[in-house]
Protein backbone atom coordinates (compact mmCIF):
# COMPACT_ATOMS: atom_id res chain seq x y z
CA UNK A 1 0.00 0.00 0.00
CA UNK A 2 1.26 3.57 -1.13
CA UNK A 3 0.94 6.85 1.10
CA UNK A 4 -1.04 9.46 -0.08
CA UNK A 5 0.82 12.43 -0.44
CA UNK A 6 -0.58 15.01 1.83
CA UNK A 7 -1.64 18.43 0.04
CA UNK A 8 1.06 21.05 0.12
CA UNK A 9 -0.17 25.02 0.47
CA UNK A 10 0.73 27.12 -1.98
CA UNK A 11 2.57 30.06 0.24
CA UNK A 12 1.40 32.83 -2.51
CA UNK A 13 -1.72 32.38 -0.97
CA UNK A 14 -0.95 33.49 1.99
CA UNK A 15 0.53 36.74 0.83
CA UNK A 16 -1.28 40.16 1.09
CA UNK A 17 -1.45 41.71 -2.36
CA UNK A 18 -0.69 45.26 -2.69
CA UNK A 19 -1.31 47.45 -5.76
CA UNK A 20 1.00 50.75 -6.42
CA UNK A 21 -1.96 53.03 -4.66
CA UNK A 22 -4.15 51.89 -1.61
CA UNK A 23 -6.48 53.10 0.61
CA UNK A 24 -5.04 53.27 3.87
CA UNK A 25 -6.23 54.53 7.49
CA UNK A 26 -3.74 55.52 10.47
CA UNK A 27 -5.90 56.03 13.10
CA UNK A 28 -3.66 57.17 16.06
CA UNK A 29 -3.55 60.51 14.14
CA UNK A 30 -7.46 60.84 13.03
CA UNK A 31 -6.96 59.87 9.65
CA UNK A 32 -9.08 57.54 9.17
CA UNK A 33 -9.27 57.52 4.66
CA UNK A 34 -5.96 58.87 2.78
CA UNK A 35 -4.58 57.45 -0.63
CA UNK A 36 -0.98 56.03 -0.75
CA UNK A 37 1.85 55.57 -2.84
CA UNK A 38 3.39 52.50 -2.62
CA UNK A 39 6.79 52.29 -3.20
CA UNK A 40 9.42 49.69 -2.74
CA UNK A 41 12.35 52.27 -4.06
CA UNK A 42 11.82 54.54 -0.87
CA UNK A 43 13.33 53.09 3.06
CA UNK A 44 10.82 54.96 5.09
CA UNK A 45 6.59 56.08 4.66
CA UNK A 46 6.15 60.06 4.17
CA UNK A 47 3.11 61.98 5.57
CA UNK A 48 2.36 65.04 3.51
CA UNK A 49 2.19 67.46 6.77
CA UNK A 50 1.57 71.41 6.81
CA UNK A 51 2.54 74.07 9.83
CA UNK A 52 4.88 71.52 11.24
CA UNK A 53 5.97 72.77 14.89
CA UNK A 54 7.50 71.27 17.81
CA UNK A 55 6.23 71.90 21.21
CA UNK A 56 6.75 70.02 25.08
CA UNK A 57 9.98 69.00 26.91
CA UNK A 58 13.24 68.66 24.94
CA UNK A 59 13.12 65.28 27.20
CA UNK A 60 9.87 64.04 25.74
CA UNK A 61 9.57 66.62 22.37
CA UNK A 62 5.91 66.07 20.42
CA UNK A 63 5.48 67.44 17.04
CA UNK A 64 2.31 69.12 15.87
CA UNK A 65 1.30 69.39 12.16
CA UNK A 66 -1.65 69.52 10.21
CA UNK A 67 -3.14 67.18 7.14
CA UNK A 68 -5.21 68.31 4.52
CA UNK A 69 -6.22 64.25 3.63
CA UNK A 70 -8.07 64.92 0.12
CA UNK A 71 -6.25 66.69 -2.62
CA UNK A 72 -7.66 69.63 -3.59
CA UNK A 73 -9.44 70.26 -0.72
CA UNK A 74 -7.45 73.20 1.32
CA UNK A 75 -10.46 73.34 3.48
CA UNK A 76 -10.38 70.34 4.96
CA UNK A 77 -7.92 70.55 7.70
CA UNK A 78 -7.19 67.74 10.41
CA UNK A 79 -4.63 69.06 12.79
CA UNK A 80 -2.03 65.85 14.58
CA UNK A 81 0.25 65.56 17.09
CA UNK A 82 2.43 63.09 17.81
CA UNK A 83 5.44 61.96 20.00
CA UNK A 84 8.83 62.81 17.70
CA UNK A 85 11.27 59.32 18.07
CA UNK A 86 13.71 60.37 15.64
CA UNK A 87 14.91 62.99 12.89
CA UNK A 88 16.41 62.05 10.04
CA UNK A 89 18.30 63.00 6.48
CA UNK A 90 15.70 61.74 3.91
CA UNK A 91 16.92 61.55 0.09
CA UNK A 92 13.80 61.70 -1.92
CA UNK A 93 13.94 60.59 -5.44
CA UNK A 94 14.98 63.87 -7.23
CA UNK A 95 18.44 64.16 -4.87
CA UNK A 96 17.43 66.44 -2.46
CA UNK A 97 18.39 65.30 0.93
CA UNK A 98 15.93 66.96 3.53
CA UNK A 99 15.85 66.55 7.64
CA UNK A 100 12.33 65.37 8.79
CA UNK A 101 10.64 64.44 12.12
CA UNK A 102 9.81 60.44 12.48
CA UNK A 103 6.93 59.75 14.49
CA UNK A 104 5.38 56.07 14.85
CA UNK A 105 1.48 55.24 13.80
CA UNK A 106 -0.43 52.33 13.41
CA UNK A 107 -0.98 51.65 9.80
CA UNK A 108 -5.12 49.84 9.16
CA UNK A 109 -5.29 48.41 5.20
CA UNK A 110 -8.51 45.93 4.41
CA UNK A 111 -8.95 44.18 8.17
CA UNK A 112 -4.94 44.46 9.49
CA UNK A 113 -2.94 46.78 11.36
CA UNK A 114 0.65 47.49 12.58
CA UNK A 115 2.73 49.73 13.55
CA UNK A 116 4.71 51.79 11.15
CA UNK A 117 7.23 54.60 11.06
CA UNK A 118 6.01 58.12 9.35
CA UNK A 119 8.37 60.90 8.31
CA UNK A 120 6.75 64.36 8.11
CA UNK A 121 6.95 66.41 5.14
CA UNK A 122 5.20 68.52 2.35
CA UNK A 123 3.97 66.44 -0.33
CA UNK A 124 1.78 69.49 -1.71
CA UNK A 125 3.19 68.98 -5.25
CA UNK A 126 2.46 65.34 -5.04
CA UNK A 127 -0.77 63.34 -6.15
CA UNK A 128 -0.71 60.73 -3.39
CA UNK A 129 -0.64 62.47 0.64
CA UNK A 130 1.35 59.37 1.80
CA UNK A 131 3.90 57.44 0.81
CA UNK A 132 4.39 53.94 1.96
CA UNK A 133 7.73 52.29 1.98
CA UNK A 134 9.34 49.52 2.23
CA UNK A 135 10.29 49.38 5.79
CA UNK A 136 5.60 49.74 6.51
CA UNK A 137 5.50 46.59 4.22
CA UNK A 138 5.10 43.27 6.07
CA UNK A 139 7.22 40.09 5.11
CA UNK A 140 3.50 38.49 3.57
CA UNK A 141 2.46 41.49 1.54
CA UNK A 142 3.12 41.08 -2.09
CA UNK A 143 3.17 44.16 -4.50
CA UNK A 144 1.29 44.05 -7.94
CA UNK A 145 2.77 47.10 -9.64
CA UNK A 146 0.60 47.09 -13.01
CA UNK A 147 -2.37 47.29 -10.29
CA UNK A 148 -4.07 49.44 -7.77
CA UNK A 149 -6.97 49.46 -4.99
CA UNK A 150 -6.29 45.64 -4.16
CA UNK A 151 -7.16 45.85 -0.78
CA UNK A 152 -10.52 46.77 -0.14
CA UNK A 153 -11.38 50.91 -0.99
CA UNK A 154 -11.86 53.56 1.97
CA UNK A 155 -13.98 56.82 0.64
CA UNK A 156 -13.51 59.89 1.90
CA UNK A 157 -16.55 60.94 2.73
CA UNK A 158 -16.26 60.27 5.84
CA UNK A 159 -14.56 63.77 6.26
CA UNK A 160 -18.11 64.47 5.65
CA UNK A 161 -19.78 63.03 8.37
CA UNK A 162 -19.79 62.65 12.34
CA UNK A 163 -17.39 60.03 12.09
CA UNK A 164 -14.46 62.04 11.88
CA UNK A 165 -15.18 63.78 14.81
CA UNK A 166 -16.13 60.29 16.52
CA UNK A 167 -12.84 58.84 15.24
CA UNK A 168 -10.29 61.34 16.41
CA UNK A 169 -7.87 60.23 19.53
CA UNK A 170 -7.02 62.62 22.45
CA UNK A 171 -3.90 64.03 21.48
CA UNK A 172 -1.61 66.19 23.15
CA UNK A 173 -2.55 70.05 23.06
CA UNK A 174 -0.33 73.08 22.49
CA UNK A 175 -2.82 75.33 24.55
CA UNK A 176 -1.73 79.50 25.67
CA UNK A 177 -2.68 81.06 28.68
CA UNK A 178 -3.34 84.61 28.26
CA UNK A 179 -2.40 86.15 31.83
CA UNK A 180 -0.02 88.66 33.50
CA UNK A 181 -0.86 86.78 36.80
CA UNK A 182 0.67 84.26 38.44
CA UNK A 183 -2.62 83.77 40.26
CA UNK A 184 -4.53 80.35 41.56
CA UNK A 185 -6.45 80.17 38.19
CA UNK A 186 -3.32 80.57 36.17
CA UNK A 187 -1.19 77.26 37.90
CA UNK A 188 -4.52 75.40 38.23
CA UNK A 189 -4.97 76.07 34.35
CA UNK A 190 -1.47 75.15 34.08
CA UNK A 191 -1.27 72.20 36.44
CA UNK A 192 -4.40 70.65 34.66
CA UNK A 193 -3.58 70.90 31.50
CA UNK A 194 0.40 68.95 31.73
CA UNK A 195 -1.85 66.28 34.03
CA UNK A 196 -3.57 65.42 31.00
CA UNK A 197 0.03 65.40 29.39
CA UNK A 198 -0.56 68.70 27.10
CA UNK A 199 1.83 71.87 26.42
CA UNK A 200 0.37 74.76 28.53
CA UNK A 201 2.35 78.29 28.05
CA UNK A 202 1.42 81.31 29.90
CA UNK A 203 1.82 84.82 28.03
CA UNK A 204 1.96 88.26 29.37
CA UNK A 205 -0.93 89.51 27.04
CA UNK A 206 0.53 93.27 27.08
CA UNK A 207 3.54 91.81 25.62
CA UNK A 208 2.22 90.82 22.47
CA UNK A 209 2.04 92.74 19.25
CA UNK A 210 0.62 91.95 15.92
CA UNK A 211 1.67 91.32 12.32
CA UNK A 212 -1.70 92.76 10.62
CA UNK A 213 -1.90 91.27 7.01
CA UNK A 214 -4.18 89.72 4.99
CA UNK A 215 -2.08 86.68 4.05
CA UNK A 216 -0.11 85.70 7.38
CA UNK A 217 -2.17 87.19 9.81
CA UNK A 218 0.93 86.61 13.33
CA UNK A 219 1.03 87.52 17.25
CA UNK A 220 4.35 88.30 17.93
CA UNK A 221 5.90 87.93 21.54
CA UNK A 222 9.31 88.81 22.51
CA UNK A 223 11.06 89.24 19.47
CA UNK A 224 9.45 85.89 17.94
CA UNK A 225 6.45 84.80 16.25
CA UNK A 226 4.19 82.86 18.33
CA UNK A 227 3.84 79.41 17.22
CA UNK A 228 0.15 77.92 16.22
CA UNK A 229 -1.72 76.80 19.32
CA UNK A 230 -4.64 74.57 19.67
CA UNK A 231 -6.39 76.76 21.84
CA UNK A 232 -6.38 79.75 23.53
CA UNK A 233 -7.68 80.98 27.16
CA UNK A 234 -8.29 84.73 27.76
CA UNK A 235 -7.24 85.41 31.61
CA UNK A 236 -7.58 89.36 30.28
CA UNK A 237 -7.43 91.70 33.32
CA UNK A 238 -10.70 94.60 33.53
CA UNK A 239 -7.40 96.98 32.99
CA UNK A 240 -6.51 95.67 29.40
CA UNK A 241 -9.50 94.67 27.86
CA UNK A 242 -8.86 96.65 24.93
CA UNK A 243 -5.84 95.92 24.20
CA UNK A 244 -6.42 91.97 25.31
CA UNK A 245 -9.44 91.40 23.17
CA UNK A 246 -7.26 93.45 20.24
CA UNK A 247 -4.73 90.30 21.00
CA UNK A 248 -7.62 87.76 21.06
CA UNK A 249 -9.15 88.94 17.70
CA UNK A 250 -5.66 88.21 15.90
CA UNK A 251 -6.18 84.48 17.26
CA UNK A 252 -9.19 84.63 15.93
CA UNK A 253 -8.09 85.80 12.91
CA UNK A 254 -5.21 82.99 12.54
CA UNK A 255 -8.16 80.94 13.14
CA UNK A 256 -6.95 79.93 17.07
CA UNK A 257 -9.76 78.43 19.34
CA UNK A 258 -10.40 80.77 21.76
CA UNK A 259 -12.35 79.64 25.13
CA UNK A 260 -13.74 82.92 25.14
CA UNK A 261 -14.31 85.33 22.14
CA UNK A 262 -12.87 89.11 21.64
CA UNK A 263 -16.91 90.24 21.17
CA UNK A 264 -18.20 88.46 24.71
CA UNK A 265 -15.49 89.90 26.21
CA UNK A 266 -16.05 93.02 25.30
CA UNK A 267 -19.77 93.05 25.99
CA UNK A 268 -19.11 92.12 29.24
CA UNK A 269 -16.68 94.72 30.52
CA UNK A 270 -19.06 97.17 29.31
CA UNK A 271 -21.86 97.35 32.11
CA UNK A 272 -23.81 99.37 29.71
CA UNK A 273 -24.21 96.84 26.69
CA UNK A 274 -24.37 94.31 29.20
CA UNK A 275 -27.18 95.33 30.37
CA UNK A 276 -28.68 96.10 27.17
CA UNK A 277 -27.80 92.94 25.50
CA UNK A 278 -29.45 90.63 28.61
CA UNK A 279 -32.78 92.93 27.69
CA UNK A 280 -32.45 91.75 24.10
CA UNK A 281 -32.85 88.71 25.29
CA UNK A 282 -35.09 88.99 27.73
CA UNK A 283 -32.97 87.76 31.03
CA UNK A 284 -34.35 88.87 34.05
CA UNK A 285 -32.28 91.71 35.83
CA UNK A 286 -32.67 94.21 38.29
CA UNK A 287 -34.41 97.29 36.65
CA UNK A 288 -31.44 99.36 35.24
CA UNK A 289 -30.99 103.27 34.46
CA UNK A 290 -28.72 105.01 32.94
CA UNK A 291 -28.25 108.76 31.47
CA UNK A 292 -26.31 111.29 30.91
CA UNK A 293 -27.60 114.75 31.90
CA UNK A 294 -27.00 115.96 34.96
CA UNK A 295 -30.69 117.39 34.76
CA UNK A 296 -32.35 113.89 35.19
CA UNK A 297 -31.52 112.99 38.42
CA UNK A 298 -35.08 112.44 39.66
CA UNK A 299 -36.12 111.08 36.82
CA UNK A 300 -33.35 108.49 36.36
CA UNK A 301 -34.38 107.10 39.84
CA UNK A 302 -38.38 107.15 39.08
CA UNK A 303 -36.97 105.15 36.37
CA UNK A 304 -35.47 102.09 38.79
CA UNK A 305 -37.90 102.56 41.74
CA UNK A 306 -37.51 103.84 45.53
CA UNK A 307 -34.75 103.67 47.55
CA UNK A 308 -32.43 101.99 48.66
CA UNK A 309 -31.07 101.64 45.21
CA UNK A 310 -27.36 100.82 43.66
CA UNK A 311 -25.10 102.67 41.71
CA UNK A 312 -22.35 101.50 39.99
CA UNK A 313 -19.58 102.81 38.38
CA UNK A 314 -19.37 101.16 34.74
CA UNK A 315 -15.80 100.22 34.95
CA UNK A 316 -16.14 98.94 38.47
CA UNK A 317 -14.83 95.29 39.60
CA UNK A 318 -14.89 93.33 41.88
CA UNK A 319 -17.08 95.48 44.13
CA UNK A 320 -15.12 98.40 43.34
CA UNK A 321 -17.09 101.73 42.54
CA UNK A 322 -20.62 100.03 43.59
CA UNK A 323 -22.51 102.18 46.74
CA UNK A 324 -25.64 101.39 47.88
CA UNK A 325 -27.95 104.40 48.74
CA UNK A 326 -30.31 103.71 51.81
CA UNK A 327 -32.03 107.05 51.13
CA UNK A 328 -33.68 108.66 48.45
CA UNK A 329 -31.44 111.61 49.60
CA UNK A 330 -28.11 109.75 49.64
CA UNK A 331 -28.83 108.62 46.21
CA UNK A 332 -28.85 112.01 44.84
CA UNK A 333 -25.74 113.12 46.36
CA UNK A 334 -23.89 110.03 45.16
CA UNK A 335 -25.28 110.40 41.48
CA UNK A 336 -24.10 113.98 41.82
CA UNK A 337 -20.84 112.95 43.15
CA UNK A 338 -20.04 110.59 40.61
CA UNK A 339 -21.45 113.45 37.51
CA UNK A 340 -18.85 116.01 38.75
CA UNK A 341 -16.02 113.14 38.57
CA UNK A 342 -17.54 113.20 34.98
CA UNK A 343 -17.50 109.18 35.23
CA UNK A 344 -20.31 106.87 33.73
CA UNK A 345 -22.70 105.38 35.91
CA UNK A 346 -25.58 103.16 36.36
CA UNK A 347 -27.92 103.01 38.35
CA UNK A 348 -29.94 99.80 39.59
CA UNK A 349 -33.07 98.65 41.73
CA UNK A 350 -31.55 96.98 45.65
CA UNK A 351 -32.97 93.43 45.59
CA UNK A 352 -33.31 93.41 49.57
CA UNK A 353 -34.65 89.83 49.81
CA UNK A 354 -31.53 88.87 48.47
CA UNK A 355 -30.17 89.74 51.84
CA UNK A 356 -26.45 90.34 50.80
CA UNK A 357 -26.19 87.58 49.15
CA UNK A 358 -25.80 85.83 45.42
CA UNK A 359 -25.52 83.04 43.49
CA UNK A 360 -21.99 82.41 41.23
CA UNK A 361 -23.02 79.93 38.46
CA UNK A 362 -19.75 78.58 36.23
CA UNK A 363 -21.12 78.04 33.19
CA UNK A 364 -18.99 75.62 30.87
CA UNK A 365 -19.83 74.64 27.05
CA UNK A 366 -23.27 75.85 27.73
CA UNK A 367 -23.79 73.87 30.97
CA UNK A 368 -23.81 74.89 34.57
CA UNK A 369 -20.83 72.86 35.96
CA UNK A 370 -20.63 74.19 39.72
CA UNK A 371 -22.57 76.55 42.17
CA UNK A 372 -22.07 78.34 45.37
CA UNK A 373 -23.88 81.31 47.25
CA UNK A 374 -21.75 83.93 48.62
CA UNK A 375 -22.26 85.99 51.33
CA UNK A 376 -20.92 89.26 51.64
CA UNK A 377 -18.44 90.09 54.84
CA UNK A 378 -20.60 91.42 58.25
CA UNK A 379 -22.17 95.08 57.25
CA UNK A 380 -20.66 94.96 53.24
CA UNK A 381 -24.04 94.52 51.19
CA UNK A 382 -21.20 93.21 48.26
CA UNK A 383 -20.65 89.65 48.27
CA UNK A 384 -17.23 89.72 46.34
CA UNK A 385 -14.76 86.75 48.05
CA UNK A 386 -11.71 89.64 46.89
CA UNK A 387 -13.63 91.60 49.38
CA UNK A 388 -13.94 89.61 51.87
CA UNK A 389 -16.91 88.02 51.39
CA UNK A 390 -17.56 83.86 51.93
CA UNK A 391 -18.58 81.47 49.72
CA UNK A 392 -20.47 77.78 50.26
CA UNK A 393 -21.77 74.97 47.79
CA UNK A 394 -25.57 75.59 46.70
CA UNK A 395 -28.28 73.14 45.50
CA UNK A 396 -29.67 75.83 42.10
CA UNK A 397 -33.26 75.51 40.83
CA UNK A 398 -34.02 74.27 37.46
CA UNK A 399 -35.00 78.61 36.26
CA UNK A 400 -31.32 79.37 37.72
CA UNK A 401 -29.87 76.86 36.10
CA UNK A 402 -31.73 77.70 32.85
CA UNK A 403 -31.21 81.88 33.27
CA UNK A 404 -27.28 81.33 34.11
CA UNK A 405 -27.22 78.98 30.59
CA UNK A 406 -28.87 81.92 28.71
CA UNK A 407 -26.72 84.59 29.88
CA UNK A 408 -23.67 82.54 28.69
CA UNK A 409 -24.78 82.09 25.58
CA UNK A 410 -26.60 85.35 25.33
CA UNK A 411 -22.60 86.82 25.61
CA UNK A 412 -21.37 83.65 23.29
CA UNK A 413 -19.27 83.13 25.86
CA UNK A 414 -17.90 79.19 26.79
CA UNK A 415 -16.76 80.15 30.18
CA UNK A 416 -18.86 82.14 32.06
CA UNK A 417 -19.30 83.23 35.94
CA UNK A 418 -23.01 84.10 35.77
CA UNK A 419 -24.02 86.15 39.05
CA UNK A 420 -27.70 85.70 40.19
CA UNK A 421 -29.77 87.42 43.18
CA UNK A 422 -32.73 85.50 44.29
CA UNK A 423 -35.64 87.88 43.91
CA UNK A 424 -39.31 87.00 44.84
CA UNK A 425 -39.50 87.46 41.00
CA UNK A 426 -37.66 85.12 40.15
CA UNK A 427 -33.31 84.92 39.71
CA UNK A 428 -32.06 88.58 38.45
CA UNK A 429 -28.64 88.77 36.66
CA UNK A 430 -25.89 91.26 38.37
CA UNK A 431 -23.41 90.36 35.75
CA UNK A 432 -21.77 87.80 33.78
CA UNK A 433 -17.92 87.59 34.58
CA UNK A 434 -15.94 86.42 31.03
CA UNK A 435 -12.98 85.69 33.11
CA UNK A 436 -13.93 84.32 36.34
CA UNK A 437 -11.52 82.88 38.91
CA UNK A 438 -11.40 79.06 39.83
CA UNK A 439 -10.33 79.20 43.42
CA UNK A 440 -13.83 80.22 45.22
CA UNK A 441 -15.72 77.95 43.04
CA UNK A 442 -13.35 74.72 43.14
CA UNK A 443 -12.96 75.01 46.67
CA UNK A 444 -16.82 75.92 47.56
CA UNK A 445 -18.11 73.27 45.15
CA UNK A 446 -14.87 70.94 45.33
CA UNK A 447 -15.34 69.93 41.80
CA UNK A 448 -12.30 69.83 39.04
CA UNK A 449 -13.57 73.20 37.32
CA UNK A 450 -10.63 73.37 35.58
CA UNK A 451 -10.77 69.98 34.41
CA UNK A 452 -14.10 70.07 32.97
CA UNK A 453 -12.83 73.61 30.80
CA UNK A 454 -10.36 71.15 29.46
CA UNK A 455 -12.88 68.77 28.64
CA UNK A 456 -14.82 71.03 26.52
CA UNK A 457 -11.46 72.44 25.00
CA UNK A 458 -10.44 69.19 23.92
CA UNK A 459 -14.00 68.27 22.38
CA UNK A 460 -14.47 71.39 20.49
CA UNK A 461 -10.77 70.87 18.88
CA UNK A 462 -11.83 67.66 17.36
CA UNK A 463 -11.76 67.88 13.19
CA UNK A 464 -15.32 69.39 11.82
CA UNK A 465 -17.26 67.58 9.26
CA UNK A 466 -16.49 69.10 5.94
CA UNK A 467 -19.11 70.10 3.40
CA UNK A 468 -19.65 68.07 0.50
CA UNK A 469 -18.85 70.83 -1.76
CA UNK A 470 -18.38 68.23 -4.63
CA UNK A 471 -18.50 64.40 -4.79
CA UNK A 472 -15.50 63.36 -2.32
CA UNK A 473 -13.16 60.74 -3.71
Request: proline fraction near 4%.
Amino acid sequence: MTDTPETETDPAQDLIRFGWEEWIALPDLGLPALKAKVDTGARTSALHASDIETFGSSAAPRVRFTVHPVPGREDLVIPCSAKVIDRRMVTSSNGESESRYVIASTLEVGGESWPIEVTLTNRGAMASRMLLGREALKDHITIVATDRFLQPERSFDVYASKAVRAQAPNRALRIAVLSRENNYSTRRLVEEGESRGHTVEVIDTTRCYMAINAMAPEVHYDGQRLPRYDAVIPRIGATITSYGTAVIRQFETIGTFCVNGSEGITASRDKLYAHQLMARHKIGMPNTAFAASPKDTDSLMRLVGTAPMIVKLLESTQGKGVVLAETKKAAQSVIDAFRGLRANFLVQDFVKEAAGEDIRCLVVGGRVVASMKRTGAEGDFRSNLHRGGSAKVVRISKEERETAVRAARAFRLNLAGVDLLRSEAGPKVLEVNSSPGLEGIEGASKKNVAGMLYDHIEERVRPSPTRRRKLLG
